[in-house]
């Protein structure tokens, strides 16, 4: 079987796309238990190891909101052996720029709504608020020299609002760009997105002069559609894609979300369809395979489990 997926390469797709790996972050924060750091640093070097260049290590957040990930200070140091492989950190407010770049931390993020339901639960601010909350951190990031990404949920549906207009999302999308961030991810946090969806809202942001190269996409598989939304993103010219080891994560703010897309499907639509990831599929399902044992439950990819089964 290592000769599968068969390689179709398929017109107007990216040569490469960069994976934004989330499972150390986004993944671990919403298990009910508390991973030892140990095992989350030795989980960021299988990653990386497996060829991953983004890994998103931690999240400085305050202890109380985010306890599975209190020990981002004992963690980020255990991982500055690994040369070459982006580390961002997610920061929510000036205090949490403060810890990250005190441990020497290069790339920040920090994480906006794009609905004022969502903001409330997550933030506790309006829209408006939150930006100018966001403001002097990436002003700050920035002068120290650091890449800034901004995360925007809620870009396709609200557990609350439902519906969230295309000229909704730009219009926090353009703010949250014009504070100085470098990169754009847009996030359908309860995973109801669909293709024609993805392409109209990246076409809003064209329309707006946000690159497409600046902008990544952050699918859920609520309703089986993460890949199908990230097909449409490539052919739109997308080449960044979030993606979680395992499956791993959903959002804890949002009770309808489930799991993030996994990297390991990615990497097997990818590497059918021709384009270059730099990953090494076996070392990765390899990693998800030990990260699910260490939480004591089996991982939702399709991808990890079809290989898996086959190596048993």
Known sequence: MTD?????????LPARVRIHEVGARDGLQNEKTV????????????????????????????????????DAEAL?????DLDGVALPVLVPNERGLDRALALGAT??????????????????RTVDESLAMFEPVVARAKADGAHVRGYLSMCFGDPWEGTVPVAQVVRVAKALMDLGCDELSLGDTI??????????????LNDRSIATDAIGVHFHDTYGQALANT?????????????????????????????????EDLVWMLQ????????????????????AEQLGRPSPSRTVRALSHQES
């Open 4 to 12: 599968l997926p068969m390689v179709v390469p398929a017109e107007g």
């Open 35 to 70: 991973v030892p750091t140990e095992v989350k640093a030795e989980f960021v070097h299988r990653l990386a190891a497996a060829g991953l260049t983004t890994v998103e290590a931690t999240s400085f957040v305050h202890p109380k909101w985010v306890p599975q990930l209190a």
């Open 76 to 80: 980020f140091p255990m991982l500055g």
């Open 107 to 124: 790339r920040i993020a920090v994480f906006a709504s794009a609905t004022e339901s969502f903001a409330k639960a997550n933030l506790n």
């Open 191 to 204: 995973g109801v997105a669909t293709p024609a969806h993805v392409g109209a809202l990246l076409t809003g």
């Open 231 to 263: 097909f449409a993103a490539l052919q739109h010219g997308v080449s960044i894609v979030d993606a979680s080891a395992g499956g791993l994560g959903g959002c804890p703010y949002a009770k309808s979300a489930t799991g993030n897309l996994a990297t």
């Open 272 to 291: 059918g369809l021709g384009v270059d990831t730099g990953v090494d599929l076996g070392r990765l399902t390899a990693t998800s395979v030990w990260m």
